[in-house]
């Protein structure tokens, strides 16, 4: 039986007894269940209430169950109505089927029945409500991804929901595959196929062979037919990553497939087509490439319906230690370790690193700690699995110290931190606590502490 424990039923019934048995029925398999006396009642209910179905007697004092479909009809039309009624005269049957009821039950009710045609009326509410809460749960991933970015995370649940071609713009890790996965999840397509063409480890002589597929003997090895990933991604979404590694030669093929979502496959003369979304993905700007002639100008304005530009890890640090967090449980259940503490100290260490490999490379990075971890994870433990550049921040690397071999003692790694923020600041005092976000006498005594001198400021 289909679940229908997210509905909102109004019901409509004159008859006390016979309400409340019906209400108390449907409370067992719908998620609520509003109780009205007459027509009249139930419109100001659905005023505020606004249910996914309406059941209703026909016959009942104030307003009746035709004139309460009537004014349904005019205030929300897509709403569902079944009649639950004893009343059978033809006429007024009739009129109901007019005014577009989604069906009938006789008194007295054969529940089974009635749950059947509940669950076939208010399928659209229900695959509503299931698309309502995979876009809540998924949007909450992509706010984990890319931070508190509004503007990204609505501009990508809204063009899901569309047939747009989409082209996602981000640095290497920024998380590009992930989103193109969300918004074909998203998608009217979610059910369908979801097919990944990565151009950039395609060998330039076996893209064409890859996206269109070839017919036997068309080239050297070719020794049998071959169905290319457009075909295969038919009805879904097709992701052509690394799009910025499309071959000159095969880009004229490609923004027809993308115009026309036709192909020919490699050495055959049948035209194929196929219904596709497209999403497209570069670590470049695609812009500028096609302005500077590496790319074709018409091929990027035919993907770039939306064009959505991913974050830096380092410029979302509000999403960095929810995914050091997601990341670490993650890894702990695939190795079935209980999950340790992330103390202040390896959150602020995260927190503060440049991440030139975006989430990829912090995902790595928790990985290879988590590896090892025993019940508590320190910013020792993270600097000894990081490599050099993962922590030491581009502004300091050119002839700076770079962070203490560890392990080793706070008081060592303070004072670094302390030198590396005062050489940042050109050794002025004030401007280098409020950069660490200190009290400028409490860091003047932690200068003193670890015999620090600077410029007075």
């Known amino acids: 039986m289909t679940n229908l424990a997210s509905l909102i039923i109004l019901l409509v019934e004159d008859e006390l007894e016979l309400r409340r048995e019906t209400a108390a029925f449907l409370e067992l398999y719908c998620g609520k269940v509003i109780q009205a006396t007459n027509g009249r009642e139930a419109l100001t209910h659905f005023e505020t209430v606004r249910p996914d179905l309406v059941i209703s007697d026909i016959r009942m004092p104030v307003m009746d169950g035709l004139e309460l479909a009537a004014q349904l009809k005019k205030v929300s039309p897509d709403t569902p109505l079944i009649f639950c009624t004893a009343f059978t005269e033809t006429s007024y049957l009739l009129k109901a089927i007019e005014l577009g009821v989604a069906g009938f039950v006789r008194k007295p009710v054969d529940t089974d029945e009635l ?8 399928l659209p509410a ?9 876009t809540d749960e998924l949007t909450a991933a992509m706010r984990m991804q890319i931070g508190e970015n509004e503007r990204i995370v609505e501009q990508a649940a809204h063009v899901a929901r569309t047939s747009f071609n989409v082209l996602l713009e981000g640095e290497t890790g920024t ?7 969300i918004i074909h999840t998203l998608s009217l397509r979610r059910d369908a196929p979801f097919v990944t063409v990565q151009l950039g480890a395609v060998p330039l002589n076996l893209v064409e062979s890859e996206l269109f597929g070839h017919v036997r003997g068309s080239f050297t090895g070719a020794d049998r037919n071959r169905t290319g990933l457009a075909e295969a991604a038919d009805g879904g979404t097709i992701f052509l990553d690394d799009i910025e590694s499309c071959p000159v030669e095969l880009q004229a093929k490609l923004l027809r497939f993308v115009e026309e979502k036709k192909f020919t496959p490699l050495g055959s003369t049948v035209e194929k087509k196929v ?74 260490l995260l927190v503060g690193m440049p991440w030139p490999g975006n989430f990829r490379q912090l995902k790595s990075v928790i990985r290879r700690v988590a590896l090892t971890a025993g019940s508590r994870i320190t910013a020792a433990d993270i600097a000894a699995v990081s490599d050099v550049t993962d922590v030491v921040s581009p502004a300091y690397s050119s002839g700076l110290p770079v962070l203490p071999p560890f392990p080793c003692q706070m008081d060592i790694l303070e004072k670094w931190v302390l030198e590396q923020a005062l050489l940042h600041c050109n050794g002025k005092r004030m401007k280098t606590a409020a950069m660490l976000g200190m009290n400028y006498y409490t860091f003047r005594r932690r200068l003193e502490k670890h015999g620090i001198a600077s410029d007075e400021e």
């Open 115 to 122: 749950l059947a045609l509940i669950g076939k009326a208010a």
């Open 275 to 348: 219904d596709v979304r497209i999403i497209a993905a570069s670590n470049k700007n695609l812009k500028q490439e096609a302005e500077e002639g590496r790319f074709r100008q018409d091929l990027y304005y035919r993907l770039a319906d939306t064009v959505i530009r991913l974050p830096l890890l380092r410029d979302t640090k509000s999403a960095i230690a929810p995914l050091a967090i997601k990341f670490l449980r993650e890894t702990c259940d695939e190795l079935g370790k209980s999950l340790p503490l992330l103390d202040d100290g390896g959150l602020k």
């Open 175 to 181: 998380g590009k595959s992930r989103l193109a996965t």
């Open 126 to 134: 229900l695959q509503r409500h299931k698309i309502d809460g995979l």
